[in-house]
């Protein structure tokens, strides 16, 4: 069965030329096609011959996913992916004033179940391939006609639950001769699978990691977000503290705001002593609402008390800034609007 040639890091291409009898410079020759000069047809790699290319051909597809929908609103495009076996993703692009940037999906549903996100109610179906992350990238470029300058992979799945796939994507955008996305502007949220974050702390990448904390106290979090009566809060903060010593990048606390929920004075005080003298910032997200009727986004008034009360103690806080909730595009509502299998 043939492979699909956007899944390759360069350094497998340079094995696979090697096994061939081939000289390795060649699969920098293929990247350059494939992401510099964004030709997807082998056969006008011109610069390769003939009979490598008819080789590539048998061994390889470029087949990419395919644009079922978009939908825009301001500064922020939805993509609806219908892949190979006909499952849905969805990835959106955001527009700031640095340039755009993607939040990529990992996986076709997600196994977490946090209580308050949209993409925890189908249950994961499958991981997605590297070339599948990669061509979400790849394929909104070409439609919207831009270059992203940055990644956050916090769409539909957890991360780290892929994490050889993604693993394997994030070398594929951050290589000199690939997409060109430096690691300080690629984001991985996780909800805190606290082995993975370990080995995601010993990477020669360094990327930019958050954390879906959402509760200061385990029990409020284990109600929320069932991850966390296997790994506690206890358990997740050591791992913070051994990934900012292996790293010394500061991590990302990120926090939704749910009315009545989490959003108190006294829980700001608990998240503050939690991470204090720690190098961390809390990003505060206002709940973007969903068919979960339980839950509702925490006024003006509270998240401005919430964030006045980190501040105060020491906490360095944003309020994030919010996209595509028209649309159901913002954080927590990404889910696949069609059936997947």
Known sequence: ???????????????????????????????????????????????????????????????????????????????????????????VVMVHDYGPSICVSSEVGCNMGCKFCESGRQKKIRNLEAYEIVEQILVIERDLNIRLKSVVIMGIGEPLDNYDNIIKFITIINDSKGIQIGARHITLSTCGLVPKMALLAELPIQINLAISLHAPTDELRNKLMPVNKVYNIATLKEAINHYLQLTGRRVTIEYVMLNNVNDSVEEAIKLANLFKKMNIYVNLIPYNETNHLEFKRSSKT????????????????????????????????????????
């Open 302 to 341: 509270k998240i401005m008390a919430f964030y006045d009360t980190l501040k105060k103690n020491g906490i360095n806080c944003t309020i994030r800034k919010e996209f595509g909730a028209n649309i159901n595009a913002a954080c927590g509502q990404l889910r696949g609007s069609m059936k997947n299998k």
């Open 1 to 91: 069965m043939k492979k699909n040639l956007f899944d390759f890091t360069r350094s497998e291409l340079e094995n696979y030329f090697e096994s061939i009898g081939e000289k390795k410079f060649k699969a920098t020759q293929i990247y350059e096609w494939l992401y510099q000069k964004r030709v997807w047809d082998i056969s006008e790699f011109s610069n390769i011959k003939k009979e490598i290319r008819t080789k590539l051909e048998e061994d390889f597809t470029l087949d990419l996913i395919t644009i079922e929908k978009k939908e825009s609103d301001v500064g922020t495009y939805k993509y609806l992916f219908r892949l190979a076996d006909d499952n849905f993703i969805e990835a």
